[in-house]
């Protein structure tokens, strides 16, 4: 069972691997990334598949008596359809958001078969998911913020450049562009973090039953922090906005980061 439930684990880190790639391919129309996330997902398929198949041959039959072989069953469908989409269709805005529901599908069916099979595992399995959730949203925060010290830095060389003035400083500062596209690639990076443990988080409190509601404010706020940055990314990469404009927002977007992480978390009665 427990290696069982390691290779779990294992798919499911596979799996996020695959939906952080896809969300850069979303942005970018990168095909490398577009192909690092096929063959990630080509391994989840694998895995899946050894599993359904060993499941059939002791069966002799298809895994769909119960509600959770039949998640398994459907999770393994998600996962074969989007590989034939990505192959033969070339949707790759649609890849993104299958990908991501083909990973909460898997997670919870993760959760369901360790429960019904070593349900003494549950509380260990809970706490790694509460821990996984902590880990990427501290991983999320930690790169937003470097891209806030980034805009920072683009602002005050600004200012020197401007004021004609400040010279010495200025060559140990970046060029401004290149600032201005590191702050961007950070929030690339810490967008689809922020969303796994978003997914994460909701998963495991409903799983645990613990007293849990969407208008709790940490939340509405880890949500709304999301979506501001994806306005970001939105007007970053559709909007063309590029130096002062956008950074601007990346800074109203911190700021808001902060409002979250320390008031939003002191008046919620579900996040310690």
């Known amino acids: 069972m427990v290696l069982e439930r390691l290779l779990h684990e294992s798919m499911l ?13 979303f942005l970018f129309h990168n095909r490398k990334a577009n192909k690092i996330a096929f063959w990630f997902l080509a391994m989840v398929w694998v895995l899946q598949t050894i599993f359904l198949l060993i499941e059939i041959v002791e069966t002799s039959s298809l895994p769909i008596q119960t509600f959770n072989d039949g998640l398994y069953t459907y999770a393994w469908i998600v996962v074969t359809l989007s590989l034939m989409i990505h192959r033969f269709f070339k949707l790759e805005f649609f890849m993104f958001f299958m990908s991501v529901f083909g990973f909460l599908v898997m997670l919870i069916h993760s959760l369901h078969s360790v429960k019904l099979t070593d349900s003494a ?15 990427l949203a501290l991983v999320s925060y930690g790169l937003f913020t470097i891209s806030f010290v980034l805009a920072c830095l683009y602002f005050t060389q600004y200012k020197f450049l401007k004021a004609k003035k400040g010279y010495k400083w200025l060559r140990r500062f970046q060029d401004l562009e290149g600032l201005e596209r590191r702050a961007f690639h950070l929030i690339v990076l810490a967008e689809p973090t922020l969303l796994l443990s978003i997914i994460l988080g909701v998963v495991w409190a409903y799983m645990t039953n613990a007293t849990f509601y969407w208008g709790d404010s940490k939340t509405v706020g880890s949500i709304l922090v999301f979506i501001i940055y994806a306005m970001y990314l939105y007007n970053r990469t559709r909007g063309n906005y590029r130096g002062k404009p956008i950074l601007l927002l990346n800074v109203i977007a911190f700021c808001f980061l902060l409002v979250n992480f320390f008031l939003f978390n002191t008046l919620s009665n579900f996040h310690l």
């Open 13 to 25: 880190l596979l799996y996020a691997v695959s939906v952080i790639f896809y969300f850069i391919d």
């Open 121 to 135: 595992q549950i509380p260990r399995m809970l706490n790694e998911l509460l821990y996984a959730h902590i880990v």
